[in-house]
C-alpha cells in the first residue's frame, strides 16, 4: 500500500507547480478568513460563558447570603432555613407561638375540609361528602324524565 506522492517514472520530468488561478486564491483568502472569524467567535464565546457563569454564581452567593441571613454556607443550611420557615408559618396559621408536631396535618385536614364544603355548599364537612358530590356530578348528566 502506497500513501503520498506517487513515485516519479525513470527519467520522467517533475511536473511544475501549477501557480494558482485568482478565483482560486481568492477562495483560498476566503476560507482561510472565516477560519480567523470563527477562532474569534469561539474565543469570545468562551470568554462570555465565564463572564455570565461568574455572574450567577455571585448572584447565586448574594441571594444565599440574603436568604440564610448570613455569609457562610455550611451543607443543610437552605433545609434548615426552609425547615424553620415552615414551622413558623404553620405555627401561625394554628395561631401558636411554636410549632408542634402534628400541626401541619392539622391545617392541611382544616383545609381540605373548607375546600369540600366550598365544593359541596354544605356549612359543617361529614364523611362521605366528596364522593356524593362526585358522584352526583357524574350521574347527574345521566338521568332521563320518565314521564
Known sequence: LFLGTPPNPAGAAAEPAKEPTAEEKAEEEERLGNLVADEEWVGLSMELADVVRTAVVEDLKKNSRDFLGKDDYAIGDFSKEIDARVKEEVAKMREKDDYELGDLSVVLDEKVKE??????????????DVTKKLMGNLFSGNKKDKK
Do not use: A, I, P, T
Not at 120 to 125: A, F, I, L, M
Open 115 to 128: 375546600m369540600v364544603c366550598e365544593l359541596s355548599g354544605k356549612d359543617e364537612y361529614e364523611f362521605g
